[in-house]
């Protein structure tokens, strides 16, 4: 994703993002939750659609806090569907719910999302997108790709050239330990 590089540096939403997130560690477990959701509901629209509904995400989803959402029932799900203000995908929204019911389960398991994906890092993109295909609803290649590249797990958010390349690199994500 070079592209980003060129592109984001200035721009209202992605440079922010670019500059302050995309490619740097995520450790807290309703972060990285709230990366693969809006991964998930990316799928089929641009990156800019999801950082201008961002906030409205963060609301609808209460926070992305991984209990809550998995504690959703019917009533919350209508409500999401009904809710203008992000996407209105009942696969994607029932994937969410489900998923979030998923990081509990591996938050039990493991002691939280972030240990589990450590635990099988690393691992050739192939790999990853076969385990979370077993581990998750709604998970393809480039759900899978984005999500772990955007969370540190995963080499190549910026080019080399980007200044934000050696901040992401002094944040130590797991991908750079290959390096050492």
């Known amino acids: 994703m070079s592209d980003y ?3 984001a540096p200035g721009h209202p ?8 997130e995309y490619g740097f560690p995520v450790t807290d477990d309703d972060a990285l939750f709230e990366r693969l959701v809006l991964e998930i509901n990316q ?3 641009s990156w800019l659609t999801m950082l201008k509904k961002r906030s409205a995400f963060q609301d609808a989803f209460d926070g992305f806090v991984v209990e809550k959402v998995a504690a959703y029932e ?3 799900r209508e409500r999401l569907l009904s809710d203008a203000s992000i996407i209105r995908n009942r696969l994607k ?3 969410a ?9 591996l938050q039990r398991e493991h002691g939280s999302f972030k240990a589990w994906l450590d635990l099988h890092h690393p691992l050739p993109l192939e790999e990853w997108v076969r385990l ?5 609803r709604f998970t393809g290649p480039e759900i899978v790709n984005e999500m772990l590249m955007s969370t540190g797990y995963l080499p190549g958010a910026h080019r080399d050239d980007c200044p934000v390349q050696q901040r992401i690199l002094a944040a130590a994500p797991p991908w750079a330990d290959s390096l050492s």
């Open 43 to 45: 799928a089929g629209l």
């Open 132 to 136: 979370f295909k077993r581990t998750f």
């Open 5 to 7: 590089c060129d592109l």
């Open 74 to 76: 019917d009533r919350e």
């Open 13 to 20: 939403f992605h440079g922010p993002y670019h500059d302050n």
């Open 93 to 95: 929204i029932d994937a």
């Open 97 to 105: 719910i489900h998923n979030a019911g998923v990081v509990q389960a």
